[in-house]
């Protein structure tokens, strides 16, 4: 079976081609740069380039994986969450194309796509096992039982920032380039991440989840450092400012992985999205973790094709090959209360 993924909810133009067991073409047509000069993605940009740029890298994977239009099988793209304009023109293309050669088609879960894609990789992964989305748009704790969004449990997520949008927001601060998760991370491996204490949230689980967390809290901590750090002038401490805030991050997002898997009585542990690939974070789940990690490649944790062709086929196929119909549209959020909650 062959497969053409296709992702483009936000600023990456991904696309790839699963035959069989293997990826035949892996294309990421990254915006990074165009954003750069606002200093985050924006949205109106970030749609027509994607206009640009679909029709285009669709034809060089097809390319590079040697075959046609016509050999494919199932078609799979991103319809939720994301920006509404570029998971627009990826559902428009993706829906036109498969039309087009009556191909069958999958609207796919970013967010799903970016955890379960793990099961490609590590063939030993069972459900149910902890799926964690540490990303640009989303810091979500869930339980995995299948491919089915029926099958996922929602057990916490931030009530404020993502993860990742801390990173980006904080290395603006510091006038870091966008995306900051990478330049964060590499300064911070440079400091002393005991040199400054920046604070853990106390969140009220009365009104806040089990397994919620909290990000703007410790994101307006280390911007009012930089005001300090404007004002008295130590400028060799942003390694360490970094290195701070690197540890404070990270620790929150792993003693509130450590809670779930404790109480749920569960031992493997999936983390997608762009911040799986932070190397303290993969550092603390390998070495100091008694959970058994199944790491993602670092090409699979930021967004890609690859991750939507696989868990494309994947749910094709509990959906017992039912494809989607034309009228599907996209969902920019997905409503993290429709999942049962804890
Ligand atoms: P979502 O998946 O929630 O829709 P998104 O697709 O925009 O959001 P991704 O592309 O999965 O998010 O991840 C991008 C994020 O990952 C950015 O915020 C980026 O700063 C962050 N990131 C990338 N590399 C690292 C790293 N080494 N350390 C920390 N954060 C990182
Ligand atoms: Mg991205
Ligand atoms: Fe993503």
Redesign the pocket.
């Known amino acids: 079976m062959i497969v053409l993924g296709i992702e483009t909810s936000?600023?990456?133009c991904a696309v790839a081609i699963l035959d069989g067991d293997s990826f035949v073409a892996r294309i990421v047509a990254s915006q990074v740069k165009d954003h750069q000069v606002y200093g985050g993605?924006a949205p109106e940009v970030a749609s027509r380039l994607h206009i640009e740029q679909i029709s285009t890298t669709v034809d060089q994977a097809f390319k590079q994986a040697n075959l046609l239009p016509k050999d494919i099988d199932l078609v799979a793209y991103t319809n939720r969450p994301g920006l509404m304009g570029s998971l627009l023109v990826g559902a428009t293309f993706a829906k036109n194309f498969a039309w087009a050669l009556k191909k069958p088609f999958v609207a796919v879960n970013h967010l799903l796509a970016h955890i379960l894609v793990a099961r490609y990789v590590h063939k030993n992964l069972q459900f149910p096992f902890l799926g964690i989305v540490a990303?640009?748009g989303h810091t979500t704790l869930m339980l995995i039982r299948g491919y089915k969004e029926d099958d996922v449990q929602i057990l916490g997520a931030t009530m404020d920032d993502a993860i990742g949008e801390c990173y980006d927001k904080v290395a603006k601060a510091y006038g870091l380039n966008y995306?900051g998760g990478p330049e964060v991370d590499h300064l911070a491996k440079q400091g002393a991440s005991k040199a400054f204490n920046f604070p853990q949230p106390k969140l009220n689980r009365r009104f806040a989840g089990q397994y919620d967390l909290s990000y703007s809290g410790l994101k307006n901590a280390v911007i009012n450092q930089r005001h300090q750090f404007r004002r008295e002038g130590f400028d060799d401490s942003l390694v360490n400012i970094m290195a701070g805030f690197q540890y404070a991050a990270i620790e929150q997002l792993i003693r509130t992985i450590d809670r779930a898997a404790h109480d749920f009585k569960i031992n493997q542990v999936v983390i997608g999205g762009?911040v799986a690939a932070n190397s303290y974070l993969r550092q603390c789940m390998k070495e100091k973790s008694h959970l058994n990690f199944f790491d993602l490649p670092l090409s699979l944790c930021?967004?890609n094709g690859e991750m939507i062709a696989y868990y494309g086929k994947e749910l094709y196929f509990a959906q017992d090959k039912q494809g989607d119909s034309l009228t599907v549209g996209v969902m920019p959020r997905v409503n993290l209360f429709r999942y049962q909650r804890v």
């Open positions: 936000c600023d990456e993605v990303s640009g995306p762009g930021g967004d």
